[in-house]
Each structure stands twice: as C-alpha cells, then as structure tokens.
C-alpha cells in the first residue's frame, strides 16, 4: 500500500525566508501526489497536485513542488514565506483509481517576524 | 461555486450517547469520503461512495459507525454509543476525478 513521510513535524522559517517542506512517498505504481494546507479549526485546502504530467508543479500562495522519481520526493517550496503561511502542511499520495488517499502526519510551519 | 459543507461544526456529547454528522458535497461531485484527523496526525480514511454504493471501509470504522449516502447527494456518518476515544475532527471530502476537496470537518468532543 502507498505511504508518506514527511521529515520534520515543525520548520521554522524567518519572513521572507525560502519555506522547504519534504515529503516521500511510497507506491507500487505511478502516484498522484498532492499538497494540503490546514489552518486551526478548518478543513485541508489543496495546494497543489501532481498527475503524472509536468514534474515542477506550481500552486496557489506562489507554493510549488517538484516530483522526483528516483528520490521518491515531492518536497514543497515557497521562495518567500508570509506570516500568513503559518500552518499545518499535508503531503497526501493516491494510486489513481485506488481511492484511499494516505496522509503523512504533518509538518507545522511556523514563520517568525 | 458552492464548497464542500460539514454540519454540525462542533458537537459535544457524553460517552454513551449516539451523534450524526452530516456532509453536503459539491454538487457535480460522483464521490464523497470520510476521514477522521486525531490532534497532531493526518486524517485517517473511514469510508468512500461512489453515488449511493459505499464501496470501501476502512478497519478503523468499527460497527459502532455507519454511513450512508441516500439518493448519492448528502452523506450522514453516525456512531453510535460513544467513547472519548472517538473524539477527534471528522473530515468529508468530495471529488469528481482524483482530487478530493475537504469541507472544515465537524469536531467532536466525547466527555
């Protein structure tokens, strides 16, 4: 069955610092991949997702990820983190027709003054 | 362009007692799915439909839990008798391909 780790459960970043946030997956068949965003007490926004087409995925907030195959890596940038950013981040992959979409358990990102 | 909405957003109940959650889809939306999210974890998947069939349930929906998806438009998660450790975030979500779009969940409390 597919997984995904994310490494770190709090990145700290100064304002205006480059946001990094990693994610591996594993599955045993081409993945979609997706990015989500969950502020306190709400539901999970989608930031991006990536469908087997282009590798460098651009999303919403100027966020955007890279697929990479032989890393099995789908980390998340963002050149120029806002206070507003401040969240929980969810990486998420799904076997295409198999619909049970797996979490990793979260990276808090936390941006400082 | 209507999202996906959750109802109750907060309910608190006492151990033993019964709860319904309710979720409203995006309209044009075929496939709904419930999660449940635990403090400091991702969400957990419980059940899909597509339409009205409920074709997928998890372990974790033990048979104290039942959901249904009458007509294939809004979807009910019950769980009878409960216990504290049910207390967490209930997330619905909708889609229409493979992307799913998450409502703001239902949080509930089990004292």
């Known amino acids: 069955a597919q997984s995904v780790t994310q490494l770190g459960s709090h990145v700290s970043v100064s304002e205006g610092a480059l946001v990094l946030l990693r994610c591996n997956y594993s599955?045993?068949?081409?993945?979609?991949l997706f990015w989500y965003v969950q502020y306190p007490n709400q539901g999970l926004q989608l930031l991006l997702k990536?469908?087997?087409?282009?590798?460098l995925v651009k999303g919403i907030n100027d966020f955007e990820a890279e697929f990479k195959k032989s890393e099995t890596s789908f980390h998340l940038t963002k050149p120029s983190a806002h206070m507003s950013d401040a969240a929980e981040y969810f990486c998420?992959?799904?076997?295409?027709?198999?619909?049970?979409?797996?979490f990793g358990a979260g990276t808090r990102l936390t941006v400082k003054p | 362009d209507t999202g996906v909405s959750q109802n109750p957003r907060h309910k608190i109940t006492k151990r033993g007692q019964n709860v319904t959650f309710r979720c409203d889809p995006i309209?044009?939306?075929?496939?709904l799915y419930w999660y449940r999210q635990t403090l400091g974890q991702g969400p957990e998947f419980l059940t899909y439909?597509?339409?009205?069939?409920?074709?997928?349930k998890s372990r974790l929906l033990s048979d104290r839990f039942s959901a249904e998806r009458p007509k294939g438009s809004f979807s009910t998660l019950e769980i009878q008798r409960t216990e504290q450790g049910d207390s967490a975030m209930y997330l619905c979500?909708?889609?229409?391909?493979?992307?799913?779009?998450f409502g703001p969940g239902t949080r509930l409390t089990v004292l």
């Open positions: 979500a909708s889609s229409w391909d493979y992307t799913q779009y």
């Open positions: 599955s045993s068949v081409p993945p979609y």
């Open positions: 990536y469908t087997s087409a282009a590798t």
């Open positions: 998420a992959v799904s076997e295409g027709n198999n619909n049970d979409m797996r």
């Open positions: 309209s044009e939306h075929n496939r």
């Open positions: 439909f597509q339409n009205e069939a409920q074709l997928e």
